[in-house]
């Protein structure tokens, strides 16, 4: 059985690797337009495949499926106000970013307001990356991967803590090598495969885990005793003592999607290399389409392992990798194991890109050395990227023992999130508020929603009103104070967003359709599955 689990395992991940070599393999890895942003070349497919892959990593497999073991459909809330924040990714969003001809969000701030403001996001987004979202994609797919492949078994390593450090630094060099020498269109194909190879996979574990619900009488009869047996558990609304409780949808839950989605630099990069306007609507709007199927496979295999494993002892975050283990096939065991060490990849080496990207573009060319060629910018980039994957690297493993995996990232993304968004919000939408006030809301943003998790008694405010309406709250806040600084300092002139011409900014004229179709299927999903 680890025999073939490992043979199918090897020869899928060298079957990606092979095909995006040969892809990639004449790209232009030297300019600072090719190697950030692909020579601005993506197309729709590539794009829909490149967000949907960087979002969906190990932390979300195992994280959100863990959730549904607990609280059931609820969870699907991540997945499903996901879509409303894509179509004002595509509606609103991406034609002012493509127009400016951006390479990194806070490139964005330089324009709306100053060097300074770009300084401080850019500083914001390396520590929070370095901190937050790499060490829990590296350390969340080595706990998924040593549930489904029975890493114990297969080395003889017995110790837990030596094969966790061991899996992180395997994960980790191969995630680095594909970011730091391939640049960002080599990380497009790889996602692109690796995610044809992920909705595969997710469907096959929901058909196989109906089948052993209904011990082999087939899924219709899987679903139905999953409804009789667990009610409570397929409710789409969540109750007040669950992760996500219904009124949070349209307070925290959406405004850290709308962050997610739309301004934060590791997801929106793939859309600043888009061909043009209509091609990152159209990737955008697929990907809506797909976010949709979400509930499927990240929330549905989550409440049939609590059907099966509930009274056996299974953690919640033990859920899914125990279920993959148990009803798939050993030789499918391995192509879902090389699928999801791809969706660690995806997740890990797309966040690094943009890592460097940041790095070269807002602080060594920005900063450090102003009149840096073209080569020295990308070297820049590949030596700050091996800095940051090998400190990831040592952290990561230091995360282990973390209750809920996925509860933690957002909880913890919400502290540099909601300032972002604020400032990116109000510089867009006013003319006159000046760069004093984008920075007092950077900095005392995180500053508040810091204190509020972890400075009592400053603690008690996110108890009492629930964190997601506690982060809404100071997003309030901060968007009041930037608009009460532009009416009492303003800015001498009026901002013009100047058109840069680096993109057709040409609209796709099924954009604004497509939009109201997802927004209306959102809706339909929730009544349909309220209990």
Known sequence: MHALTLASFLFFTGLVAFITWRITRRDDHSSTSGYFLAGRTLTFPLIAGSLLMTNLSTEQMVGLNGAAFSDGLSVMAWEVVAVIALVALALFFLPRFLKSGIATLPQLLEIRFDKTTQLITNIIFLIAYAVILLPIILYSGAIGLQGMLDLQGLTGIESSTTLLWLTVWIVGIIGSVYALFGGLRTVAVSDTLNGVGLLIGGFVIVYFGLQAVSDGSGIMEGWNILKESDPDKLNSIGGADQQVPFFTLFTGVFLINLFYWSTNQQIIQRTFAAKNLAEGQKGVLLTGLFKLLGPLYLVLPGIIAYHLYADQGVRADEAYGHLVFNVLPPYLTGFFAAVMVGAILSSFNSALNST?????????????????????????????????????????????????????????????????????????????????????????????????????????????????????????????????????????????????????LTPWKGAVPAGIVLVVLVIVMYISFAG
């Open 356 to 504: 460097t990207t940041i790095f070269s573009l807002g602080i060594y060319k920005g900063v450090l050395n102003k009149e840096a060629t073209e080569e020295q910018v990308v070297k820049s980039g590949k030596v700050f990227g091996w800095i940051m994957a090998i400190l990831t690297m040592i952290i990561a493993p230091l995360l282990a023992g973390q209750e809920s995996l996925f509860g933690y990232l957002q909880k913890m993304n919400a502290i540099y999130f909601i300032p972002i968004l604020a400032v990116v919000l109000v510089g867009l939408l006013t003319k006159r508020v000046p760069p004093m006030a984008a920075k007092i809301a950077l900095i005392g943003g995180c500053l508040l929603i810091a204190a509020g998790y972890f400075v009592p008694p400053f603690t008690l405010l996110p108890q009492i009103m629930h964190e997601f309406h506690f982060v809404a709250l100071v997003f309030v806040l901060l968007v009041a104070v930037m608009l009460i600084i532009g009416k009492v300092r303003p800015r001498e002139t009026d901002w013009i967003q100047e058109h840069s011409g680096d993109v057709d």
